[in-house]
């Protein structure tokens, strides 16, 4: 989990429907599952790395979302709006090389250097939730929800092999990893209406 920020754009269609548009940047950094390591470790002792492979980066890089969700105000006396949200967007998963996971092999012997590391990719997402809204004036108020996200990326898992110091294979498809990616957050901001 991380950090975040972001920014919303509602249009309400009515006093109990409404639509939005978000925007999220989360310093979320993508990291190593467990067990990956290891196999990969493995891997490469197999094929002749020995003992030489390490953790260049365990994790890193940040997650960026965009999404439109419709909102369902519930009505309710006074100040305090609660609703129930769900939308569809995307997640945009900043990992390339130098930023996420990486493993560095090296082969004294033969002068062999492989570096495993991944790139950037995006994932259909889906989200859901629950907020409320409480107006101090009638046009400026706080807004608190939470909210779970679910999308299932494929990361492509690249390397290049040097020997000798000159590059053999470069940028070479190794694997493709996928799961589902689900994930929860709790937003707290103020807004305006207009």
């Keep these: 989990g991380g950090m975040g920020f972001g920014g919303r ?6 006093p109990a429907i409404g639509i939005e548009g978000s925007l999220e940047y989360i310093m979320a950094e993508t990291s190593f599952t467990e067990g990956i390591v290891d196999d990969l470790v493995d891997k490469m002792e197999s094929i002749g790395y020995g003992d030489d492979v390490k953790v260049a980066n365990e994790s ?3 997650i960026m979302r965009y999404y439109g969700n419709i ?15 769900a939308g569809i967007g995307i997640t945009q998963f900043k990992i390339a090389e130098g930023v ?10 033969t002068m062999q250097r492989a570096h ?10 889906f989200n859901g939730g629950l907020g409320i809204k409480a107006l101090f004036t009638p046009n400026i108020g706080l807004r608190i929800d939470a909210r779970v996200f679910y999308c299932s990326p494929e ?13 053999v294979f470069d940028d070479v498809d ?3 990893q996928s799961g589902a990616h689900i994930d929860a957050n709790l937003n707290v901001g103020f807004f305006a209406r207009f």
């Design 9 to 14: 754009i509602a249009f309400n269609i009515t």
């Design 60 to 62: 890193g890089g940040n």
């Design 71 to 85: 909102v369902f105000n519930i009505p309710s006396p006074g100040n305090m709006t609660p609703y129930i949200t």
């Design 100 to 109: 996420g996971p990486e493993i560095d092999c090296d082969n004294p012997l």
């Design 116 to 125: 495993i590391y991944y790139t950037d990719t995006s994932a259909l997402t």
């Design 155 to 167: 990361f492509q898992q690249k390397f290049y092999n040097e020997v000798f110091g000159y590059i």
């Design 174 to 176: 190794s694997l493709v």
